[in-house]
Nanobody, 124 residues
Framework: QVQLVESGGGLVQAGGSLRLSCAASGRTFTNYGMGWFRQAPGKEREFVAAISWSGGTTYHADSVKGRFTISRDNAKNTVYLQMNSLKPEDTAVYCC?????????????????WGQGTQVTVSS
């Protein structure tokens, strides 16, 4: 079992930045690929970014590429999402997820553990 707790969300003006953190506890963190997903009101869950167990491979959705960066610190059992140049359309609840195995995935159904999420609101 892996427990995930997100933090760092909040209200920010368009063009601003936030850094989300996801702290993991339980099983060995390095055994898991990690991902960030988001869900806006009335919309389906959307893939944002993913990172392999080692941190050597990352993938970002086209909608956030060049603005968001996923990273992880295995010594701290934490994965991060640095969000720059935020837009109102980035407003959503952001959740981190853990997938057993070293590889990452863009598909939510391939993740085994989920955090509760943190709200990000970008005002225009």
């Amino acid at each position: 079992q892996v427990q995930l707790v997100e933090s760092g969300g909040g209200l920010v003006q368009a063009g601003g930045s936030l850094r989300l953190s996801c702290a993991a506890s339980g099983r060995t963190f390095t055994n898991y690929g990690m991902g960030w997903f988001r869900q806006a009101p009335g919309k389906e869950r959307e893939f944002v970014a993913a990172i392999s167990w080692s941190g050597g491979t990352t993938y970002h959705a086209d909608s956030v590429k060049g603005r968001f960066t996923i990273s992880r610190d295995n010594a701290k059992n934490t994965v991060y999402l640095q969000m720059n140049s935020l837009k109102p359309e980035d407003t959503a609840v952001y959740c981190c997820a853990a997938r057993r195995g070293p590889v990452m995935s863009t598909m939510s159904y391939e993740y085994h553990y989920w955090g509760q999420g943190t709200q990000v609101t970008v005002s225009s």
